[in-house]
């Protein structure tokens, strides 16, 4: 059964590097999301894309982040300069079809920042 | 804008024992309402999700949830729990912007 893959698992790396978190969607879907989950609460979402632009970002999704998907199978978030508040685990979703169709989520990047 | 509200944050349960998991939601729009798993250190995996019609939906592992408009309701429930349904347990809504969004999350821990 297809899924969706990221990586690294785990990244750690000290405050005010950059960092990308890498994830594969389900070939033949065509919406892609980012979610995050600080420890201890809940799942927010960060960023929609489609057509390879984004299509509905959050508030937390700020200049400092950035969506791409170089190469018509990896979608890529970056945090240009990361903060201490930017531990979390982050995961990467995909769906078919949004409308009616489920989103498939990876495992996630649990990203420490020191 | 959607929300949801899980009203348990922990339920302890003895196994084969029924389960049942609160989730309350508003939204000014029709909404689709979904229910994820999370076993330890893995990703989110859908366990059912309402789209329209029938408003019993059964989802993969003997669970099931109701959606009532009327109480804005979505709860889950299993009528015999193993030890391997021990897992955090989230229930996300979806308008028409089609981004989720999440409850806070129930723990559900299966004793022996």
């Known amino acids: 059964e297809p899924e969706v893959t990221q990586t690294p698992s785990h990244q750690v790396t000290q405050m005010g590097q950059e960092v990308i978190l890498r994830c594969v969607p389900i070939?033949?879907?065509?919406?892609f999301y980012w979610y995050r989950q600080i420890l201890g609460q809940k799942v927010e979402f960060l960023v929609s894309?489609?057509?390879?632009?984004?299509?509905?970002k959050s508030e937390i999704f700020d200049d400092q982040f950035s969506v791409e998907r170089p190469d018509g199978s990896n979608f890529t978030l970056k945090i240009r300069s990361t903060k201490l508040e930017d531990s979390a685990m982050y995961f990467c979703?995909?769906?078919?079809?949004?409308?009616?169709?489920?989103?498939?989520f990876g495992p996630g990047t649990r990203l420490t920042v020191l | 804008a959607q929300s949801v509200t899980q009203l348990d944050s922990q339920v302890p349960v003895f196994e084969e024992a029924p389960v049942e998991l609160r989730c309350n939601y508003s939204?000014?729009?029709?909404?689709?309402l979904f229910w994820y798993v999370q076993y330890p250190n893995q990703g989110l995996q859908l366990l059912l999700k309402?789209?329209?019609?029938?408003?019993l939906v059964k989802g993969i592992n003997g669970f099931e949830a109701e959606f009532n408009k009327s109480q804005t309701s979505f709860h889950l429930r299993k009528p015999s729990v193993h030890i391997s349904d021990t897992a955090e347990y989230f229930c996300?809504?979806?308008?028409?912007?089609?981004?989720?969004?999440f409850g806070a999350g129930t723990t559900v821990t299966v004793r022996a």
């Open positions: 979703a995909s769906c078919r079809d949004r409308s009616t169709d489920t989103q498939y």
């Open positions: 070939s033949n879907h065509l919406y």
């Open positions: 894309f489609y057509n390879n632009e984004i299509s509905e």
């Open positions: 939204s000014s729009v029709s909404v689709y």
């Open positions: 309402y789209l329209s019609g029938s408003t």
């Open positions: 996300a809504v979806s308008g028409g912007d089609y981004k989720l969004s």
